[in-house]
């Protein structure tokens, strides 16, 4: 799937590779990530960290009725608040979504897989 975006110039076509890569660098910036967790655990392994070459396989981007819905799987540092993170990260994704990419994400969903000390 690919999002597209029309301009008085042409047409942008932008991958959900791309996507995954910007939210995954956004996400794993912010205090208190250890890193991108699988959102397929029982297949990749439990205690895996994804790297910046596989956030694809931590993040999905889907489309639903016009607007782009992400949903980002994560492990948190013990010891920090885990509201709090999860909302930094989503604050921090639409922010790098909008100024990097020019989308507006309809929801950040987060989802953390694990703790790590």
């Not at 975006?5 to 990530?33: D, L, Q, R, W």
């Not at 596989?54 to 782009?68: D, H, K, L, P, T």
């Not at 990260?89 to 987060?110: F, P």
Request: aromatic residues 6%; negative net charge.
């Amino acid at each position: 799937m690919v999002v597209n975006i029309e301009t008085e110039y042409g047409k942008v076509e932008i991958s959900n590779e791309v996507i995954a890569t910007v939210v995954g660098g956004a996400a794993t910036e912010n205090f208190g990530i250890v890193g991108m967790a699988s959102r397929k655990q029982v297949r990749d392994g439990l205690i895996e960290i994804l790297n910046r070459e596989n956030y694809s396989r931590g993040i999905v981007v889907r489309q639903e009725e016009e607007a782009i819905v992400i949903d980002v799987y994560i492990i948190v540092s013990y010891g920090t608040k885990i509201s709090e993170v999860s909302k930094n990260v989503q604050e921090r994704v639409m922010y790098q979504l909008e100024a990097t990419l020019g989308i507006k994400a309809k929801s950040i969903n987060v989802f953390v897989q694990g703790v790590r000390v």
